[in-house]
């Protein structure tokens, strides 16, 4: 099978963009180009060049700014329960293999050293094995083309006047040539160096050869950010390319500063800067700074972190410093990167397995656990579901629960949240300057309570703001403890939170034979408490408990709210049906 599928290409791409990228890549001219608006079908000679040019293109190459998907174009009746897998680690126990594929039906048929498998259900593996990283590789999964296969039944014509939703919608055929969204990227990783301004110049070259070079030579995308920071000591650095790509380059710029430095006899060494969130940080240096002390003797440097009082909201990067010679720097740039890399990916792995729990939650609006990256793409349902209980039909990307009417003001909550006493240090800040920040970045007040003996092993925090500050101020604080190492890299952050409900609104909250609460745990994974006995207070309100991880937490005090919300609405509408009679008795 030799057609294949180019994707997600610019409107600016042309025909012979095309075919001066295949020369350029050393692939052999295509027999027939046919492009499309945003897409492209091309044949090859044969199947081995058509393999050859999806493993060379596909999710590598940047053509008029997007990056390039390419696939076996196979129309749907032409596709049969055979499935081809490229990309697989030499080193894989077929056993592992036959494992992962069960959960997709029964491998009925293997060929050609574990590439080549028959599944009852082709659609669901494709679907969910594209992609998908496994051991330091990354699946590729596509249909093989049956020329037996039976053609589908027609389908149903539709009534006079009336489109399909794939009409309506309009989608890109996919790479398998059926219609559907594309494909879910790869999460990118760049690695972001600092570089004095005064070698800028040599990295890019007489007429941007040099960096040209750089980026052939390691397949990656180098940006340097020459207007940033003027007038500063150094200048940031992106490469977009594989962890072999980054690294590949890295030494290459390394190479490039050490060279211009020994022509104007700079005597002076020139340290590697690794530019890194400060979310990821902490899990870098490890409990106790092990992580750190492990990559300095295993790599022979000497690494320092930049303080935790230079970053600020804008800015939330710190700079890792290493120093030594340059295979020393270039070992420890690659141990760092996968420290780093992990801790992204274990943060990426939560997000997607909570963002269900809050549908239509935008992280990168509300900027909590961004890593100056772009994290996820917003939680959105199917084409044309409702959009949830937390989200209104009018919201705009950056409105965690909607757009509330000009007239009106969100409605100010109180939340209690309970965190280790020896955190509050690094919470409050040096002078309080934390602490401030954080307010002001969450649009919320925060306070400590004092401790009520010198033994406590928790502290009370006190946060009042409307539902979109609470969600920003405690994904903060819940961050926070997680950089400073007061949870290890393995555990989940997991705290004691207590809102207050009206008294009446307890048993609404626990439910008949505790039902509700029931449904409620089992829906956000956080346990929720309704102490018994307690006396309301002079606002005749009683506390709910909640605990569990940032999401949980977060889902369990959106539905008690809800359920607050409906009680109110009952006895205001109790209370109008009341007014009217009572007039009407005078």
């Not at 599944?119 to 094995?129: C, D, F, G, T, V």
């Not at 052939?216 to 200048?235: C, F, L, P, W, Y």
């Not at 955190?423 to 934390?434: E, F, N, T, Y």
């Not at 961050?479 to 307890?506: C, M, Q, R, Y």
Request: glycine share 8%; hydrophobic share 35%; proline share 7%.
């Amino acid at each position: 099978m030799n057609k294949l599928y180019v994707g997600n290409l610019s409107p600016l791409v042309t025909v012979e963009d095309l075919k001066e990228l295949f020369g350029e890549k050393k692939l052999p001219g295509a027999e027939q180009v046919l492009l499309k608006s945003g897409y492209a079908f091309v044949d090859f000679p044969d199947q081995n060049w058509a393999i050859k040019a999806i493993e060379t293109l596909s999710g590598k190459f940047e053509l008029h700014g997007k990056v390039l998907e390419v696939d076996y174009s196979v129309p749907k009746k032409l596709r049969s329960r055979k499935i081809q897998i490229r990309n697989i680690p030499p080193h894989l126990q077929w056993e592992v293999l036959d494992g992962l594929l069960a959960q997709y039906g029964t491998v009925d048929n293997v060929e050609q050293a574990i590439e080549k498998l028959t599944l009852l259900s082709p659609h669901r593996a494709i679907e969910k094995l594209t992609g998908q990283p496994f051991e330091g590789y990354s699946f590729r999964v596509s249909y093989i083309l049956d020329m037996d296969a039976a053609p589908p039944l027609p389908a149903p014509r539709m009534r006079r006047g009336r489109r399909s939703s794939r009409d309506q919608d309009g989608p890109q055929p996919g790479p398998s040539g059926g219609f559907g969204g594309p494909r879910p990227k790869q999460h990118d990783f760049p690695l972001r160096m600092l570089v004095p301004t005064q070698f800028v110049g040599a990295i890019i070259g007489k007429e941007g050869q040099t960096i040209k070079n750089v980026t052939k030579q390691t397949q990656s995308k180098v940006d340097i950010h020459r207007k940033e920071n003027v007038g500063a000591a150094g200048k940031p650095i992106t490469i977009h390319a594989t962890p072999e790509g980054c690294s590949s380059a890295c030494r290459m710029i390394l190479d490039i500063m050490q060279k211009e430095a020994n022509e104007t006899k700079e005597e002076e060494e020139i340290p590697l800067k690794i530019l890194a969130h400060n979310s990821l940080v902490g899990r870098l240096i490890g409990k106790e700074g092990r992580n750190l002390k492990k990559i300095e003797e295993e790599t022979g440097t000497k690494i320092t972190i930049s303080s935790l009082q230079d970053i600020t909201i804008c800015n939330p990067e710190r700079t890792i410093t290493v120093k030594g010679s340059m295979e020393a720097c270039c070992k420890a740039e690659g141990e760092v990167m996968r420290k780093l890399r992990d801790a992204y990916e274990n943060d990426i792995a939560a997000v997607n397995q909570q963002t269900n729990l809050i549908p239509g939650l935008n992280l990168n609006a509300l900027g909590i656990f961004s890593t100056g990256l772009s994290v996820l793409p917003p939680a959105t349902g199917p084409r044309g579901a409702h959009p949830g209980p937390f989200l209104c039909p009018s919201s705009h990307l950056g409105g965690l629960y909607g757009v509330l009417p000009a007239s009106q003001s969100p409605e100010q909550e109180v939340v209690y949240l309970l965190i280790p006493t020896q955190a509050v240090g690094a919470l409050i800040g040096k002078k309080g300057q934390h602490i401030k920040q954080l307010a002001r970045f969450a649009g919320a007040s925060i306070k400590i309570a004092p401790a009520e003996n010198p033994g406590v092993t928790e502290r009370m925090v006190m946060i009042t703001g409307p539902p979109a500050a609470q969600f920003k101020a405690q994904g903060r604080i819940f961050g926070k403890l997680k950089e400073e190492n007061f949870f290890t890299a393995k555990d989940e952050v997991k705290l004691e939170t207590h809102i207050k409900v009206p008294s009446n609104a307890a048993g609404r909250v626990i439910g008949k034979g505790g039902k509700t609460v029931n449904e409620l745990q089992n829906l956000t994974s956080a346990e929720v408490i309704v102490p018994r006995d307690q006396t309301p207070d002079e606002n005749d309100e009683v506390f709910v408990k909640i605990s569990g991880h940032f999401f949980a937490s977060q889902s369990a005090q959106r539905k008690i709210r809800e359920i607050i919300q409906q009680v109110k609405q009952q006895e205001q509408k109790h209370q109008q049906q009341g007014a009217p009679s009572m007039h009407h008795s005078k």
